[in-house]
């Protein structure tokens, strides 16, 4: 009779605990087998960052090695395709930039003329503003020997020190990304050296040059 007693509460304690099992894996309270994460309930899943198709290795190099004299006003009739590249946008107190990855749609495989015009596009994060304002318009691109070339129109409008560097350095970084582009040289309308409000563009840039912004990749 004992024996049978002890049996008997072995079982119903052994039902107890299998039923709150039931329950945790049921609630998503259950311990992570390490193979599975558990969302929580009405929380979105987190967003994988998109990956830069350039640094995977995805185009050839010579596909962007030359895009020369590639211009505004070219008729847009050619060949798109969606790439995934790197753009600097700025934050909104105009202190740092931080890298972007977004898929851009780019004609003819003009990459580095879909990037900048991308700099004027809104980031998708909050707290962080175009890095290039709407007055600037970017003219012509021309990438050769290492060295692009960036002719612009900034409309007659100041843009203040602090969206100079913004303007300036984000250009810098997110053309310098390419392999084929070590330095970025600038020029407005086709005039050398061209003056904004507190800085000459006269040089040829690098990266290096990028020193009164935070930058995050």
């Known amino acids: ?51 830069d198709d350039i640094e995977n290795g995805e185009i050839e190099v010579e596909d962007i090695e030359e895009e020369s004299s590639y211009e505004k006003n070219s008729k847009g009739d050619g060949e798109y395709k969606t790439v995934n590249l790197s753009v600097y946008v700025s934050s909104d107190d105009a202190t740092t930039l931080k890298r972007e990855v977004r898929p851009l749609k780019v004609e003819d495989m003009r990459v580095g003329w879909a ?45 203040g020190s602090a969206g100079e560097s913004m303007f300036i350095e984000s250009v810098i970084l997110s053309l310098t990304k390419f392999p084929t582009v070590e330095k970025v040289k600038f020029t407005r309308n086709g005039e050398e050296s061209p003056e904004l409000g507190n800085v000459v563009l006269d040089g040829e840039y690098d990266r290096s040059y990028v020193t009164y912004s935070k930058v995050v990749d």
């Open 115 to 159: 990037v900048l015009n991308a700099l004027k596009e809104e980031p998708k994060e909050e707290g962080y503003s175009p890095s290039v304002p709407d007055n600037i318009e970017f003219n012509k691109l021309v990438i050769k020997d290492g060295i692009a070339v960036v002719d612009f129109d900034d409309n007659g409008v100041g843009m």
């Open 1 to 51: 009779m004992k024996r049978l007693k002890i049996l008997t509460i072995g079982l119903a304690l052994g039902l107890v605990v299998l039923t709150g099992c039931d329950a945790e894996v049921q609630n998503g309270t259950a311990p992570d087998s390490g193979n599975e994460q558990v969302q929580e309930p009405g929380k979105e899943p987190e967003e994988k960052p998109e990956e």
